[in-house]
């Protein structure tokens, strides 16, 4: 498939916990049960997506700056490290794919710390506080950006 039809969905730290994690912020699905949710319209809009979790920022860092070679756009939801990580930042606006920033929760509605996103300038927008949906949301951006 060309490159610009596949996306790389990147999941960020304690995102493997989804569903046993603050529930009652996050939501009950698993992280599989979202991965499956986020396959189904990949196969919906006819692209392909490869996903990944990580709970190492230089992982991350290495997927963000080898991503152009594979994959015309990202979607991240890079938790914690939104809020702190100045180097996957820097990889994202490196990578020069469009990227498209995702939040399970809203994270204005929250504590201050999490109400600055270190990454969204290096994103193309950002999409937060639909649960689950988000990374749907994101997908659809994400998608509409390549076309
Ligand atoms: C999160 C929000 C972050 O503040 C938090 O650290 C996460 C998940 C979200 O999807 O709502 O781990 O990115």
Known sequence: ??????VLVLHGPNL??????EPEIYGRLTLEQINRK???LAKELGVEVEIRQSNSEGELVQWVQESPKRFGAL???AA???????ALRDALAAA???AVEVHISNIYKREEFRRRSLIAEAAAGQITGFG????????RA???LVR
Do not use: C, Q
Request: hydrophobic share 45%.
């Open 96 to 98: 020069g794919i469009p």
């Open 16 to 21: 493997n916990l989804l569903g046993k994690r």
């Open 1 to 6: 498939m060309a490159k610009n039809r596949k």
């Open 142 to 144: 994400a998608v509409d």
């Open 132 to 139: 689950f949906n988000s990374y749907l949301l994101g997908l």
């Open 75 to 77: 979607v991240i939801n």
């Open 80 to 86: 914690a490290y939104t809020h702190t990580s100045v």
């Open 38 to 40: 986020i396959e189904a």
